[in-house]
């Protein structure tokens, strides 16, 4: 079916000779019925628009990423998207840099590059991230490729007001006793 109604919920009509996928009254898909067991029909426009929004949405993971760890980020994208930079690749670019410098030096090093006369590209960044480390005597950094599941144990958590368990117990201490 095609991608716009993926997780929705549909009407399929069959009939010995084809099969609808309907919203409400709207025929949304129509294919001619298989009796063949365990066949999957599919069309290719559907999976091929499919495909794209997948593309697409894993692109904008990256950039929501990027912007959480490094705000600056978002106005070099802008910079880069005005002058017909490839958002794809800075974006990859930019997630490489901070996996091996951290969330801080990457938001110094995009400031610094902001400010200065620097094409919006990740070479003028990573310069700055350069610069900035050898000023700081630290060794090159260490690339590694960890699981998602160990690199999301590094995930920044905003914790939540405890006064809400106040109002679970209804304000009532019971740690104190007369």
Do not use: F, W
Request: glycine fraction near 6%.
């Amino acid at each position: 079916m095609p991608a716009d109604y993926v997780r929705r919920t549909l009407t399929v009509r069959a009939d010995p000779h084809r099969v609808r996928i309907l919203d409400g009254a709207d025929v949304v898909a129509e294919h001619v019925r298989s009796y063949d067991r365990g066949q999957q029909v599919e069309n290719p426009a559907h999976i091929d628009e499919l495909v794209q929004r997948k593309r697409a949405a894993r692109q904008h993971r990256g950039l929501d990423h990027l912007a959480h760890a490094a705000p600056a980020s978002r106005a070099l994208m802008l910079r880069a998207a005005e002058v017909g930079g490839n958002i794809g690749n800075i974006t990859t670019q930019l997630l490489r840099l901070l996996d091996c410098y951290g969330a801080l030096e990457l938001q110094a090093a995009i400031e610094e590059t902001l400010a200065s006369d620097a094409a919006p590209h990740p070479n003028p960044v990573r310069e700055a991230l350069e610069r900035r480390r050898i000023a700081r005597q630290a060794p090159p950094p260490v690339s590694l490729n960890l699981p998602e599941h160990i690199r999301s144990k590094d995930a920044v958590v905003t914790p939540h007001r405890l006064e809400i368990y106040d109002q679970l117990t209804g304000g009532h201490d019971d740690d104190k006793h007369d």
